[in-house]
């Protein structure tokens, strides 16, 4: 190794993270040390510090798997335990910018309360009411019909459609990401936003700090602002232990003119399009909005974009007068785009799940990256199967992360042992995170079944009812399944003890990690 290469990963930024992190932990250990003569008095502070955090934790509204993974080490070492609870056990949010957030999000349902139509669904039923409904009330995320939708099965399709339409940008162009990593994908989307921006279209990005850790230089924010590009960080990394760096934004937004909007699971970075080969072939999934459902999307962007500049947007400027439907490929049907939000204490992601597990009389086919699922979605899922539903689940057989990985396989056995299929998609990893109901709903999105995306991360969807699209979601998952191996619950039992075991202790501590 050259010593250039090796002055290089030194002085990456990861590695001086881990190394301030590990500074610190040094310093909390030192600090106990020194203080060894007062150990009683510590010890018994340190003991009504954990009871303390205990106490908080039961009494807040989080899911019961998350408590008892924060519980049990708290009594085990309450030396210890309470102060990390403390570091790094909430969602870190000051009264400041609570306030902060509840004006942002009163505007976004101010601008978007107009649109709301929820019963006229009522063709399809009191179910699907409800389910939109409920996305209405608790996400402010109205129901749309003047949509046209397209479907892609994977990243590598929508690559093509997305430069496309991003060339056509004649007044503004977001995008709000998890990861960009230059390559292929990044750097072609690059030069279209550099094009725009100098043609006079108001070009802007987010990208979130710890998705890109690995993949962006250090104030890579200022490289697009000398390009003519806005941008904003989502909650820089800091190297201090503080709980603030648990929420994440791991939305995936394209919106042109406000007229034209993507989401859907893939990241601008290659492996996403099978640019670059990473954990075998990457299975992922996107959706293309064209109509009134793509406003939306425009205003969840413009609300994270308000709390980041503190300058209040006017929505209206960016609604497009007039919005028209293209003749072609994409459908036309009912779409309900939402967001959720980690810090309003509404769990709309884990609720989209559950609606659509509880409501389905037929069948409930998902794809999910991981299956590190709450108390309540174990208990949705297993309901559903033991009552006859058919539900099937496709997670990967190519981990991305082995841990995580063991993680998902510890939730195989209660699900299998009710009737749940569950298959592994052989070819490499799936990162696709898609539900399709009975033939009638369907969602795509950003949501993974896992406690982060649930609880801790600012996530987006969309929820569809009745038309093509649901089909071709469903369609989808019946392509993918024939390419996956089923789990038998003998492959589930069939480990030696310790690695049972060391699966249960992940299974607990799983709302952690």
């Known amino acids: 190794m050259t010593p250039k290469k090796l002055l290089s990963m030194v002085s990456h930024r990861t590695v001086l993270v881990a190394l301030m992190l590990l500074v610190q932990v040094g310093l909390f250990a030192a600090a106990i040390l020194r203080f060894s003569e007062y150990f009683v008095y510590f010890y018994l502070t340190c003991v009504f510090v954990s009871l303390f955090a205990v106490l908080y934790i039961i009494n ?6 998350y408590k008892i993974a924060w519980i049990v080490p708290i009594l085990l070492v309450p030396v210890f335990g309470g102060l990390i609870y403390l570091l790094c056990g909430g969602t ?28 006229a669904l009522s063709p399809f039923g009191r179910d699907a009411v409800n389910q939109s409904r409920y996305l209405e009330e608790y996400a402010d995320c109205p129901l749309y019909t003047n949509t046209r939708t ?28 998890f990861i960009i990593e230059p390559g292929v994908f990044w750097n072609a989307i690059l030069e279209v936003l ?17 998705g890109s850790l690995y993949t962006l230089p250090k104030n890579y924010d200022k490289e697009l602002r000398d390009k003519g590009i806005q941008c904003h960080v989502f909650n820089r990394f800091i190297p201090i232990l503080s ?10 937004i394209c919106v042109i003119d406000g007229h034209t909007a993507f989401t859907g699971g893939i990241n601008l970075a290659d492996e996403y399009i099978n640019a670059r080969v990473k954990y075998g072939h990457w299975k992922d999934n996107a959706i293309l909005l064209k109509g009134e459902g793509a406003w939306s999307m425009t205003a969840m962007f413009l609300a994270m974009w308000e709390y980041f500049s503190g300058k209040r947007e006017d929505y209206d400027a960016y609604r497009p007068d007039c919005l028209t439907l293209d003749t072609g490929r994409e459908s036309r049907e009912w779409v309900q785009p939402y967001t959720d939000s980690p810090l309003d204490g509404e769990p709309v992601g884990e609720t989209v799940y559950l609606n659509l597990i509880s409501k389905a009389k037929s069948y ?36 991305d992360k082995k841990t995580i990985f063991e993680m998902t396989k510890a939730h195989y056995s209660p699900l299998l042992e009710a009737g749940v299929r569950i298959f592994e998609y052989t070819p490499g990893f799936v990162h696709a995170k898609c539900f399709a109901v009975d033939d009638l709903y369907a969602t795509v999105g950003t949501v993974n079944m896992d406690y982060r995306s649930m ?36 492959d589930a039992r069939n480990h030696s003890f310790f690695r049972l075991l060391f699966r249960s202790v992940l299974r607990m501590f799983a709302p952690l990690m």
């Open 60 to 65: 807040q509204k989080s899911d019961p798997g």
């Open 92 to 119: 870190g949010v000051s009264k400041k910018l609570g306030r902060k957030l509840e004006e942002t999000q009163a505007r976004f349902a101010e601008a978007l309360e107009r649109d709301k139509k929820a019963d």
């Open 150 to 177: 397209r479907y892609f099965p994977l990243g590598d399709l929508a690559f093509q459609p997305m430069l496309e339409e991003l060339r056509k940008a004649e007044k503004y162009i977001f995008l709000e990401y």
């Open 194 to 210: 550099e094009e725009k921006a100098r043609q006079g279209v108001d070009v802007r990005v987010i990208y979130d700090d710890v």
């Open 243 to 252: 709980l603030r760096l648990n929420n994440r934004d791991h939305r995936k």
């Open 364 to 399: 409930v086919y998902i794809m999910t990256p991981y299956l590190i699922i709450s108390d309540s979605v174990n208990t949705a899922l297993c309901s559903a199967a033991k009552c006859g539903v058919d539900v099937r689940i496709i997670t990967p057989h190519v981990p």
């Open 455 to 490: 609880f801790l991360h600012f996530e987006n969807g969309v929820w569809l009812c009745g038309g093509p699209t649901v089909l071709d979601v469903k369609g989808d998952i019946l392509d993918t399944l024939e390419k996956s191996r089923e789990v038998t619950l003998e």
